[in-house]
C-alpha cells in the first residue's frame, strides 16, 4: 500500500509562491506517473501538472507558471507555483499513478490546502 503525504499548503498573496511537497512511501515511486490536482470550490478536480519519467505537462492555467518536479531517492514530488493567482486557490491533492499490465492503481493524499485572497 503507498502512502502519500503532502506539505507545503498555506496562505500567500496575489504574486508569491509557494512550494508544495508529497513524499511516498513503498517502492513504486519511480515506476509511476505523479502529479498535483487541485479542487475549489463546487468544482470538479482537475489536473495540474504531472511527471513520468522523462515528461511534463500542466494545465494551460498554470503553465509558465508553476514546475513539476520529483526526486526518486527520495520518493518525493515537487510542485513549485509562482507567480500566484487568486484562481490557483484550491485544495491541493498528490496522486501517484501506477500502471503495468495487469491494470492500474491510483493513490491519493489527504490534501493541502492553498488560500490566495483576492
Known amino acids: 500500500q503507498v502512502q502519500l503525504v503532502e506539505s507545503g499548503g498555506g496562505l500567500v498573496q496575489p504574486g508569491g509562491s509557494l512550494r508544495l511537497s508529497c513524499a511516498a512511501s513503498?517502492?513504486?515511486?519511480?515506476?509511476?506517473?505523479v502529479g498535483w490536482y487541485r479542487q475549489a470550490p463546487g468544482k470538479q478536480r482537475e489536473l495540474v501538472a504531472a511527471i513520468s519519467s522523462g515528461t511534463t505537462n500542466y494545465a494551460d492555467s498554470v503553465q509558465g507558471r508553476f514546475t513539476i518536479s520529483r526526486d526518486n531517492a527520495k520518493n518525493t514530488v515537487y510542485l513549485q507555483m509562482n507567480s500566484l493567482k487568486p484562481e490557483d486557490t484550491a485544495v491541493y491533492y498528490c496522486?501517484?499513478?501506477?500502471?503495468?499490465?495487469?491494470?492500474?492503481?491510483?493513490?491519493w493524499g489527504q490534501g493541502t490546502q492553498v488560500t490566495v485572497p483576492s
Open positions: 496522486n501517484l499513478h501506477f500502471s503495468r499490465l495487469r491494470g492500474a492503481n491510483d493513490y
Open positions: 513503498g517502492s513504486i515511486f519511480r515506476l509511476s506517473t
